[in-house]
Nanobody, 123 residues
Framework: QVQLVESGGGLVQPGGSLRLACKAS????????IAWFRQAPGKRREGVSC????????DYVDPQRGRFTISKDNAKSTVYLQMDSLRPEDTAIYSC????????????????WGQGTRVTVSS
């Protein structure tokens, strides 16, 4: 069983930045695909970004602008999501997930989920 705990959410003004963290109970993240998802009020959950075991990344939200950057610190068993140039439409609950199959925007690919952290972008 893998436990994931997110942190770093909060209120930020449009144009601002936040860095979310996802602390995993497992020692080695190298064997897992790690993703961030978000769910805005009244909308379905969507994939934001994914990190493969060998370090390649896939961005699902605004990939051309590169506003979201996923990274990990193996020594801390922690995955991060750096969010820049935030917009009101980025307001959502952000959750991390891990799995052993592949990076995907489909939730059922991932085996373990955190509870989420709320991000509100508002002036």
């Amino acid at each position: 069983q893998v436990q994931l705990v997110e942190s770093g959410g909060g209120l930020v003004q449009p144009g601002g930045s936040l860095r979310l963290a996802c602390k995993a109970s497992i020692f080695a993240l190298d064997y897992y695909y790690i993703a961030w998802f978000r769910q805005a009020p009244g909308k379905r959950r969507e994939g934001v970004s994914c990190l493969s075991p060998w370090g390649s990344t896939t961005d699902y939200v605004d990939p051309q602008r590169g506003r979201f950057t996923i990274s990990k610190d193996n020594a801390k068993s922690t995955v991060y999501l750096q969010m820049d140039s935030l917009r009101p439409e980025d307001t959502a609950i952000y959750s991390c997930a891990v799995g052993r199959l592949q990076c995907s925007q489909y939730e059922n690919v991932y085996e373990y989920w955190g509870q989420g952290t709320r991000v509100t972008v508002s002036s």
